[in-house]
């Protein structure tokens, strides 16, 4: 730093003269002067060096200005490579959804630490951060040959994994940091090859497409678990393979011609069902005419029952009223009879036959008047005749 203005090192002499260096102990400037006589003799001259001017106000703002810009340089040298694993950084930072792991002397240390600021010793202990969150790695470009020799590939397939964070330690002791290289990356191609040297195109392309992403997840996963068990497979998505352009123009003819039975089978369908639904309604008409038909029949034999009831009461009563009446009638002529045969005496009859003979209106003219009117022996025969034959009757 240059030193202050008006200080002595910097001050030339009056006469433009060489200076010595001041003696800091004594305070005096011994400046060489040529004498008269051409000797050079030192000159001591009493000195009194300058205070420097006290800074002004521009410069105490420069200096504060320079001091924060120092001190920020040094807290983000603190923090720089945090999250990289920098050997010389003292304070690092573990992100959410990591744990940071550390090595020492190239040793993996057991301890692990949660996200947030965190010291080491720099230079001595290297950091790096490990995700224990559900991750997703992208594995592409995976070829594979068939059963029948075509091959073919997979342009991506995703591995949705975690580590789980107790077995941190356990899978990086063993297998490094990059544990999912050796786990998903090179077990994916490794089981896609499996998959597809067993099968035929038809069954990897179409029949068996949708079961490759279980049985590659369940075939990690069980090998994970068994040498790796902090690995947990999630899930595996696996896109269409690309297949020989040839084959797969026949593969799309082949879906053209499925797609057009399938149009046809529904159209069948449809045709069926219009046709079971017509028959139903038919039924359905049918027997709603049935029902009503014999509503109305039950009805109009209802009817009938109750017009044959109607006429089978009135005839009983027709039948009661005419035997009523014939009993009556009966009753009245036997009691006229049994009036009658108590009345058929001699005098009553004698009264009755003198009766009808007054009320006879026609006269007779003549010399002689008949004898039968007259002729009591007659009358008296008739009348015994018919008193006989009443009791003959009874």
């Not at 009194?48 to 420069?62: E, I, K, N, T, Y």
């Not at 590659?216 to 899930?235: F, H, L, M, N």
């Not at 009264?351 to 022996?377: H, T, Y």
């Amino acid at each position: 730093m240059d030193p202050p203005q008006g200080s002595p090192q910097s001050s030339p002499d009056a006469q433009g003269s060489r200076q010595r260096p001041m003696d800091a102990s004594q305070g005096l400037r011994q400046p060489l002067m040529d004498t008269p006589q051409g000797s050079r003799q030192p000159r001591q001259q009493q000195y009194q060096p300058r205070r420097p001017d006290p800074p002004s106000g521009g410069d105490g703002l420069f200096n504060a200005v320079v001091t924060i810009f120092l001190f920020v340089l040094v807290v983000v040298f603190l923090v720089s490579s945090s999250t990289t694993g920098s050997s010389l950084s003292v304070l690092h930072q573990v992100p959410e959804g990591h744990v940071g792991v550390y090595w020492r002397g190239g040793a993996l240390l057991e301890a692990t630490t949660d996200p947030g600021f965190h010291w080491k010793l720099p230079l001595i202990t290297q950091f790096e951060p490990i995700q224990v969150t559900i991750q997703t790695d992208q594995v592409r470009d995976i070829p594979c040959g068939t059963k029948g020799g075509v091959m073919i590939s997979f342009d991506k397939i995703e591995v949705v994994n975690r580590l789980r964070k107790s077995f941190v330690y356990q899978t990086l002791h063993e297998y490094g940091v990059f544990y999912d290289k050796t786990w998903i990356y090179d077990k994916i191609h490794h089981e896609i090859n499996q998959f597809c040297s067993a099968h035929s195109l038809q069954q990897v392309y179409i029949d068996m497409f949708d079961q490759i992403d279980e049985k590659v997840k369940d075939s990690i996963q069980a090998d994970c678990t068994r040498y790796a068990p902090g690995i947990e497979i999630i899930s595996v998505r696996v896109t269409k393979p690309n297949i020989p352009v040839s084959i797969k123009r026949n593969f799309e003819l082949m879906e053209e011609e499925r797609t057009k039975a399938l149009i046809a089978i529904e159209k069948q369908k449809v045709a069926e069902k219009e046709a079971e639904t017509q028959k139903m309604i038919a039924l359905s008409e049918a027997e709603k005419n049935a029902q009503v038909s014999q509503i109305q029949m039950e009805q109009k034999l209802m009817e009938k029952n109750s017009a044959k009831r109607q006429e089978e009461i009135e005839n009983e009563m027709y039948i009661a009223r005419e035997k009523s009446q014939a009993d009556a009638n009966f009753y009245r002529v036997m009691k006229e009879a049994e009036a009658n045969r108590l009345k058929l005496t001699p005098e009553f009859l004698e009264l009755k036959f003198i009766e009808a003979i007054a009320n006879n209106s026609k006269i007779f003219f003549g010399e002689k008047v008949p004898n039968m009117v007259m002729d009591q022996r007659l009358l008296g025969n008739y009348l015994d005749g018919i008193s006989k034959k009443g009791r003959g009757d009874v």
